[in-house]
């Protein structure tokens, strides 16, 4: 549905980026396609799972790309390669017509830009409803992009640096978030330290108990489609399916049922404050191949896989291995896909060895509009655009590609 919105706008579409197996990672390292990097950086990955997106736009060869975002893999990606990434709210953006909501509609589609503008043009393309689709999905009046030129007033927003499942931060993914909350009081916005009140450790887990089950679900209808054998897929996404496999129904309509007690705590929140800002990451980018299953861990989750016992592999500690190890690099995004907020990533911050690393902010309900309006502010005070990766460093009187090109 998206596509077509695309070529009807009078985009000009010419290829696939890389994407992990599944697009399941938050790095964009696949077997059969090797490892994309990340522009700014090539030792570093430019995340996932829409990497190879963001890397396209960040390397100029493209000024926008698609992406999809079911646990951060367009926020992800945006703040890893200096890029705009909003994840749009539940129901704006149709993914249908082949499938109406996916993962209970916490995945949702997108674009990465290098631009506040770009990003809004995007969005007034793709979103809306459309016959056949699960939900209304209204744009509400006026264009996303005429929301730039409206002052965003004096938001009351909440910040916070401390990992909500109690992991590690970097100094430097707090030092973003304090630069952003003094740019934002200078602007005029109230902005003090505040907690969300969601159980983000219970959320994390309940975050991966759904998405394990679909990534089996993916498997088995590969091989249907293909007739290849499960040995043909990654051991990372055998591991997880076994996972998937070993929960009950139970455990995943329970898990489910959670996400409205969840959602519940956040629009209290949003009561309080018009926007929580968080960092995107918990760290700068990781190097490829970093995260890479170590190989111990290999061996033994393939003793349990073709053994079958993906459950005793729930209850040794294996999911609060991947709780702390993967999800502790990205513990800030999975909320707004949960809850079904918008949130968006902007980048505000280059580390110290001249890498990017965004900030985060999420918006109540229908909030599109607020967060692009303070984006363009943002943007205004501090612009971003024309911060090129070294290679791309243009000869005197050449311009490197940019979205204008």
Known sequence: MIVDRWLDAGLVIFGKTNTPEFGMKGITEPEVDGPTRNPWNTDLTPGGSSGGSAAAVAAGVVPAAGAGDGGGSIRIPAACCGLVGLEPGRGLVPTGPRGGEVFHGAATNGVLTRTVRDTAAMLDVIAGP??????????????????????????????????????????????????????????????????????????????????????????????????????????????????????SAQDYIAALDRWSTYTRDLADFHERYDLLLTPTLAFPPARVGELATPGWMRAGGEVLIRARLGRVARWTGLVDSIIDDNLGRTPYTQLANITGRPAISLPLHWTESGVPLGVQFVAPLGGERTLLSLAAELERAKPWADRQPPFLAAPDGVRSPTSDS
């Open 130 to 247: 459309y016959p056949g689709g699960p939900f209304l999905g209204e744009t509400g009046d006026g264009t996303f992009a005429a929301a730039l030129g409206t002052p965003p007033g004096r938001l009351r927003i909440g910040f916070s640096t401390d990992s909500p499942i109690g992991t590690g931060v970097d100094r430097e993914a707090v030092a973003a978030v304090e630069a952003a909350a003094v740019l934002l009081e200078e602007l005029g916005h109230r902005v003090e330290p505040a907690r969300t009140g969601v159980d983000e450790r219970a959320l994390a887990v309940d975050f991966l108990t759904m998405w394990f089950a679909p990534v089996a679900a993916d498997i088995d209808d590969a091989r249907r489609r293909t007739g290849v054998g499960e040995d043909a897929f990654e051991f990372d996404t055998r591991m997880l399916a076994a996972l998937g496999r070993a929960s």
